[in-house]
């Protein structure tokens, strides 16, 4: 079971790069989200989509653009790549197009980025 | 806005001990309910253990439970009998029902380690 795939793993860019952040997933999910993860601080919600075609900001949007490709994928894309976007990226999805308190959240693996 | 917090900078415990780990939050929706998930080195995201917030028992999930004080507004994570592959970050998250409260919030999570 494949579940949430991120691609790539790991990412080195220099400031002023763009690069996508790959994330599909094959449990016909409806809602995906991005998540962001630095040292002491958790992980925080960078953009949402609760179906496709619709996308919402989360906690931390500046410096980040999403698409929601179709019902299976959904990239960020980094314009300009600053230092303090070095972090963990986290994809993840989930079933409902509705709201469920015990909703769970799949998760991808991950991708390193540094920013030098 | 909702709010999780997690204060214990890092846990050890001996194997085959139980160990306690805590968290409390902070919302003002009527409904909602916690989670915790568990972050091996490797880095994934591996979901424990859910609580609703009108649940009337506590959770529990092998050798997981979920110490539910309501009036406390504190969702403590319970392992019994710890394993070494326990040693782990483990996250604290709430969802409530209201606007962006609705998106999943987490804690800045405990490292656990435990010793043979």
Redesign the interface.
């Known amino acids: 079971n494949a579940g949430v795939t991120q691609t790539p793993k790991f990412q080195v860019l220099k400031t002023g790069q763009s690069m996508t952040l790959q994330c599909a997933q094959d449990m016909n999910h409806n809602s995906m ?1 991005w ?1 962001r993860q630095d040292p ?6 960078i953009y ?1 989509s609760a179906s496709e075609g619709t996308t919402d900001k ?1 906690e931390v949007p500046n410096g980040y653009n999403v698409s929601r490709l179709n019902k299976r994928e959904f990239s960020l894309r980094l314009e300009s790549a600053a230092p303090s976007q070095t972090s ?1 990226y ?1 994809c ?1 999805s989930s079933e409902a197009g509705r ?1 469920n ?7 991808g ?2 991708t390193q980025l540094s920013v030098l | 806005a909702q709010k999780i917090t997690q204060t214990q900078p890092g846990m050890f415990v001996q194997e085959k001990e139980a160990v306690t780990l805590d968290c409390t939050y902070d919302t003002s929706d009527p409904s909602y309910g916690l989670f915790w998930y568990k972050q091996p080195s490797s880095g994934e995201m591996i979901f424990l253990i859910y609580q609703g917030s009108y649940d009337q028992q506590n959770a529990t999930e092998g050798r997981y439970s979920l110490n539910f004080q309501k009036a406390r507004k504190s969702a403590n994570l319970v392992i019994s009998a710890s394993q070494l592959g326990d040693s782990a970050m483990y996250f604290c998250a709430m969802r409530g029902t209201i606007g962006a409260n609705s998106k999943l919030t987490f804690g800045k999570g405990i490292t656990l380690s435990v010793r043979p």
């Open positions: 989200y998540y002491g601080m958790g992980l925080r919600l949402y989360g963990v986290f993840a709201l308190l015990n909703e769970k959240l799949f998760f693996s991950g």
